[in-house]
Structure formats: structure tokens, C-alpha cells
């Protein structure tokens, strides 16, 4: 199952904002249950409580007394003072503070008071009972609509956001000496030389770094080592091997020529796997890409395999596909790929296909051997693995071959694939980029 983001900086930005949000909800719930309601409870025990004394006071005052009271309930409280009877209103309970309001009211008068709310109107109205006589006291809706969850989201957004944003910028400053390292081994991955990493940040990283650039430098001397080792090998056996072919070309021909030719052979094959070794050892030092045909590439390699017997079956696509590339390693490739596919053919047809469009420019090369088994479709692209045959023997070459066209694919972000034919045998594809195509292509059919 695939996981979206990818990402390392995604994954953990998700993450915190996920953290966040439950540490939000909970210090939501904790605010609302531990401040929220204790505090608008006794707001609206206080308020109930000056109502009541209010409608008590206006009772118990004598009439003209009434004016001053009023006054200072309106300048001290907010209430306004209205007596019975006038018209009545629709109750209404959408306010924040209405319920434990209404409850209030009802434990400090001892029943249940009425509250009527105007519409389109700012004041609310409460009839209260004293000694017989109903007052209807009204104030400003405000009092009720007082919202502290409000200032509580407030602060915990800003909060949240804020952590966020700051966990990100964190996360950030982490992961781009990572990118640094990432990018180095994709480098070296594809069989250059890496840069050295910077040895920074926090000491995790900056150790993985030193490990990094130790590591790569340790392979870098390796890869010298091993060039300057089979180099001098090669080159020592050539002298012998060319000795030999001389003294072959002055044996009479006409004695045995059946043995000569055997050992010319030999000789020959000898001479083709020292050109492999070398081909090895200098690893993947490029061209300057060129722009090439794609399609004159295949035909002059197949012309080539055609000489020496081999049965190819070439698909010409028109027009023709013109493609930006290291001309000298691309030859290499398709020249590696072709002799595999006619070394493992079992003397059938090898079929070539060129697909060139603006999705997709590949190469396939199509044979009717007796195919790759699943599990080594990976190994044989390590140097010197070497299938087995059908006699428990290990097949022909040096097994090389695969190992230096994929080690020069991975050099030029090139891909190699070995997939099932079906009807038997293996289908090598090599895909190339399709932003380095120029021009038209033709389509495979």
C-alpha cells in the first residue's frame, strides 16, 4: 500500500499538524469543562441574582422612588425596566450563555420565569415575579452572547499554527543536509565519482555525513584499485597471447588445420573477454552527448551482428527518432544488449523494436531463449553472474556483458528491464528519457 506523502518533510508536517489538532481538542474539552463552564455559570447566577433583587427592590420601594431606582439599574447594570402588562414575544435559546441564564433565573425566583426575546431586537426581557406582581426587566442581548470559546480557538490556532509552522522551518534544516546526502548517493549509485558532503547539522547527521564521504571515498580508491589491477593483468596477458598468435601463423596450416583453428579461436575468445575486463575496469567515464539517429544506431549494430551470423529481425519505424545522448555509451549498451539476446536466442529470430513517441522513447530487443527465471532477474546484472544452462554448466561469456550496459544505463539515468516474452524467451527494453527526443518519432505497431 502506497503511503502519500512520501516525503520526509510531508510525512512529519502531517504528523505534527495530526498531533496538534487532537492537542487542540482535548485542551478544548479541558477549557470548556474545567473554565468555561464554572465561569459562565456564576456570570449568570450574579446576573439572575441582581434581576430578582431588582423586580424585589421595585416592590418594596414606594412608586416614587421608582424613577431613581430605574435610573441606577440602568447606569449600574444595564436594566431597563418595563412593568405589565405588554405585548409578549417568542422565546429564543441560541445564545451562548442562555441555559444556565434560564436556570439560574429559575433557582433564585424559586419557579419558572418566563424569557422573551423580540425579533430584530437587542433586548431581552424577563417577567419576574414580586409579592403578586410581575415586572418585565430587559437588557442588552450582549450579556448573553458574551463567547469566551472564541478567544480559547483563537489562541490555540495561533498557537497551533505558530508550533507548526516552526516544527516545518525545523524539519526543514533537517531534511536539506539529507537531500544533500540523497542526491550524493544517487551519484555515486550510478557509478560516478560523488562530491564530498558537507559534515554539518546536528551531530547525527553530521556523522552520517563523515560515514558517507569515508564510505565513498573508500570506494572511489577500490574502483582506482581495481581499474590499475585488471588493466595490468590484461596487458600482461596480451603479450603472451599475442605470442601465441604469431606462432600459430607460422605452425604449417596444412598439417592440422582443424587444431589451428580451434585455437585461433580460442585465441580470439581469449582477446574478446580482455576487451570486456578493460571495457569493466574504466567504469563509466562519458561522452559529450550528441544528437544521433536512433534507428541508424540499431542498423549499424544489427549489420554488425548480421556478420557474424546472427538472425536479426529489425521493425523500421518512420520518421525517423533523433535523440540527445552520449553517443559512445549508448552504442555500448545497445551493443551488449544485442549480443545477449543472440548469445541466448537459441539460433531463433531476435526481434528489434524501436517505440519513439513523446511518452516514451525505448528500445526492446525480443529473443526466443529459454528465458530468466524471476529470481535472477536482479543477479544478472552483477558482474561474472552467469546463468546455468541446461547442463548444470554456466552459460557462455563472461558475464559481463549485462553488468557493463546497466552499469552505463544508471551512468545516464537510462533503464534496463528484462521481461518475460510471452511465447517464451526475454524481452530487454532500454528506455530512454523522452525530454532529450528531438523532433518527430515514429509509434511501435
Not at 414580586?130 to 470559546?149: E, S, V, W
Not at 534507428?295 to 529481425?313: F, P, T, V, Y
Amino acid at each position: 500500500m502506497t503511503v502519500y506523502p512520501r516525503s520526509l518533510l510531508g510525512r512529519t508536517a502531517i504528523t505534527i499538524a495530526l498531533t496538534l489538532l487532537a492537542f487542540m481538542a482535548i485542551s478544548m474539552a479541558a477549557a470548556v469543562y474545567f473554565i468555561y463552564n464554572p465561569m459562565a455559570k456564576r456570570h449568570a447566577e450574579d446576573f439572575a441574582a441582581i434581576i430578582v433583587a431588582a423586580a424585589h427592590s421595585l416592590q418594596d420601594l414606594p412608586v416614587e422612588l421608582h424613577g431613581d431606582l430605574k435610573s441606577r439599574l440602568l447606569a449600574d447594570h444595564g436594566l431597563i425596566v418595563a412593568e405589565q402588562p405588554f405585548e409578549s414575544f417568542e422565546t429564543s435559546s441560541h445564545l451562548p450563555f442562555y441555559p444556565f441564564f434560564h436556570q439560574a433565573l429559575d433557582e433564585q425566583a424559586g419557579a419558572d420565569l418566563r424569557i422573551v426575546e423580540p425579533e430584530d431586537s437587542p433586548i431581552i426581557w424577563v417577567d419576574v415575579p414580586a409579592h403578586g406582581k410581575i415586572y418585565r426587566l430587559g437588557f442588552d442581548r450582549q450579556r448573553l452572547g458574551i463567547n469566551p470559546p472564541v478567544v480559547l480557538i483563537l489562541v490555540l490556532v495561533v498557537g497551533a499554527l505558530l508550533t507548526l509552522l516552526a516544527s516545518v522551518l525545523e524539519v526543514r534544516r533537517v531534511v536539506r543536509p539529507l537531500d544533500r546526502l540523497s542526491a550524493a548517493v544517487k551519484q555515486l549509485a550510478r557509478g560516478s565519482h560523488a562530491p564530498r558532503v558537507p559534515e554539518e547539522g546536528p551531530d547525527e547527521i553530521a556523522s552520517l555525513a563523515r560515514t558517507f564521504n569515508r564510505m565513498s571515498s573508500d570506494l572511489q580508491q577500490l574502483s582506482e584499485n581495481r581499474t590499475v589491477m585488471i588493466s595490468g593483468i590484461s596487458h600482461d596477458l596480451r603479450t603472451p597471447l599475442t605470442r601465441l598468435g604469431l606462432a600459430v601463423e607460422m605452425l604449417d596450416q596444412e598439417s592440422n588445420p582443424e587444431l589451428i583453428a580451434r585455437i585461433r579461436h580460442n585465441l580470439d575468445t581469449m582477446n574478446s573477454l580482455i576487451r570486456q575486463f578493460l571495457q569493466f575496469s574504466r567504469g563509466v567515464e562519458g561522452e559529450l552527448p550528441v544528437q544521433l539517429d536512433l534507428w541508424q544506431m540499431i542498423e549499424s549494430l544489427a549489420a554488425d551482428q548480421k556478420l557474424e551470423g546472427s538472425n536479426l529481425r529489425l521493425h523500421r519505424k518512420d520518421p525517423p527518432c533523433v535523440y540527445f545522448a552520449d553517443a559512445v555509451a549508448l552504442e555500448r549498451v545497445l551493443a551488449n544488449l544485442l549480443k545477449n539476446a543472440v548469445q541466448h536466442g537459441n539460433g531463433k529470430p531476435v526481434d528489434v523494436d524501436l517505440h519513439c513517441t513523446d511518452q516514451e522513447v525505448a528500445i526492446e530487443i525480443a529473443d526466443r531463449g529459454p528465458g530468466i527465471p524471476p529470481g535472477e532477474v536482479e543477479a544478472v546484472f552483477r558482474p561474472f553472474h552467469r546463468l546455468p544452462s541446461a547442463n548444470g554448466q554456466g552459460s557462455a561469456g563472461s558475464g559481463l556483458g549485462l553488468a557493463i550496459a546497466n552499469q552505463l544505463a544508471l551512468k545516464h539515468n537510462w533503464k534496463i528491464q528484462l521481461l518475460p516474452r510471452q511465447g517464451g524467451g526475454t524481452v530487454a527494453k532500454l528506455s530512454l528519457p523522452p525530454g532529450q527526443r528531438f523532433g518527430l518519432c515514429g509509434s511501435s505497431v
